[in-house]
């Protein structure tokens, strides 16, 4: 069994010793043009060269739970595509996202401000019942973030694309509930994936929709937003700011506004990291348990696009 390694942002020599210790049958190499094809693909948005040469694959796994670039490349029809399935990061996800509201709603960030200028300031404390925050995507990360947010007593809507239960947390499913979701919520966290249905769905309507002094916070992808439509409502205050992890182009262009803008809080794409060893683990396994026949989760439905 012949497993191939191509990693468009990483190298991939860890990788390939990570999955030929946990799979000693197998010969595990990093991919160069011309290489005999392989059985499994281990990739992070390879080029489409690396596709055309692989005539005999059995699956593809991706380093990430995003397939968003994988699914852009032309891919053989019926090939399965496999993306992480948590494998450490949906802790992670709740950590950030938590970090990012408990910060925005008990303002840490303005108590920050005024101890630097040596300023011994009270600001009168708010209620979580005027916070209710959203979570858009209610999968294998925003489940997490939802359950970790309820565990601070915020109100918590969250909205998918079909019905989901989550204990604590109302839940609002499709596109007819998008705007009683959004005018529920003060605080908004983006977890979808991107695919055509939800590209620029953070525009100057749905944010607009927020409750007055909204605060966005996007983990997902840079082009699920409006960057415009972002400044435009910060600008006229319906917006009290934002938290990014994401760019329509990474790393951020230095002349973005994003950047210096006072109300935003910008982070390069770290809010959830892939963790090479529980990865590996996961793919090996994944590996393993498809070779006796048996089902995997995390596989992409290529019609959905996530
Ligand atoms: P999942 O596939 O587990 O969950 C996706 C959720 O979005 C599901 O609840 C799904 O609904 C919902 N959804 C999809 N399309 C729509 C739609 N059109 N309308 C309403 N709801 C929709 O994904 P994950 O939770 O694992 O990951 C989410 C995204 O997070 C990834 O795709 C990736 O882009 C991003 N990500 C970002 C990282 C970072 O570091 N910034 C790290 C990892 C991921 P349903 O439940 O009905 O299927
Ligand atoms: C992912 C990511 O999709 O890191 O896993 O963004």
């Known amino acids: 069994m012949r497993i191939t390694v191509c990693l468009s942002q990483q190298k991939p020599e860890p990788w390939v010793a990570g999955l030929q210790a946990a799979l000693p049958g197998a010969q595990v190499s990093a991919w160069q043009p011309g290489d005999p094809p392989a059985d499994w693909a281990v990739v992070w948005a390879p080029p489409q060269a690396f596709i055309d040469e692989q005539t005999d694959l059995r699956a593809l796994f991706n380093t990430g739970a995003g397939v968003d670039a994988l699914l852009q490349l032309r891919l053989p029809p019926g090939l399965r595509v496999v993306r992480l399935d948590d494998a450490g990061m949906s802790v992670q996800m709740a950590e950030y996202v938590c970090h990012a509201v408990i910060r925005h709603f008990r303002e840490f960030d303005g108590y920050e401000a005024d101890t630097r200028e040596g300023r011994w300031s009270y600001r009168k404390p708010r209620s979580r019942a005027d916070w209710p925050v959203g979570v858009m995507g209610l999968g294998v990360l925003g489940t997490r973030v939802a359950q970790a947010l309820r565990v601070f007593d915020f109100p918590v809507h969250g909205w998918s694309r079909s019905p989901r239960e989550v204990p604590g947390?109302?839940?609002?499913?499709?596109?007819?509930?998008?705007?009683?979701?959004?005018?529920?919520?003060?605080?908004?966290?983006?977890?979808?994936?991107?695919?055509?249905?939800?590209?620029?769905?953070?525009?100057?309507?749905?944010?607009?929709?927020?409750?007055?002094?909204?605060?966005?916070?996007?983990?997902?992808?840079?082009?699920?937003?409006?960057?415009?439509?972002?400044?435009?409502?910060?600008?006229?205050?319906?917006?009290?700011?934002?938290?990014?992890?994401?760019?329509?182009?990474?790393?951020?262009?230095?002349?973005?506004?994003?950047?210096?803008?006072?109300?935003?809080?910008?982070?390069?794409?770290?809010?959830?990291?892939?963790?090479?060893?529980?990865?590996?683990?996961?793919?090996?396994?994944?590996?393993?348990?498809?070779?006796?026949?048996?089902?995997?989760?995390?596989?992409?439905?290529?019609?959905?696009?996530?």
């Open 169 to 306: 947390v109302v839940c609002h499913a499709g596109e007819a509930a998008l705007d009683g979701f959004l005018t529920s919520c003060r605080v908004l966290v983006n977890l979808l994936p991107l695919t055509p249905q939800t590209e620029n769905i953070l525009n100057r309507q749905t944010l607009g929709r927020l409750l007055p002094g909204g605060y966005l916070i996007n983990v997902a992808r840079g082009a699920h937003l409006v960057d415009d439509d972002l400044l435009a409502l910060l600008d006229s205050g319906h917006l009290a700011g934002a938290t990014l992890d994401v760019f329509r182009t990474e790393p951020l262009p230095a002349n973005h506004p994003f950047w210096s803008h006072p109300r935003l809080t910008v982070t390069p794409h770290t809010s959830a990291r892939t963790l090479r060893d529980e990865s590996i683990a996961q793919i090996a396994g994944k590996i393993a348990a498809l070779q006796r026949g048996e089902p995997v989760a995390g596989v992409v439905d290529p019609v959905r696009g996530y």
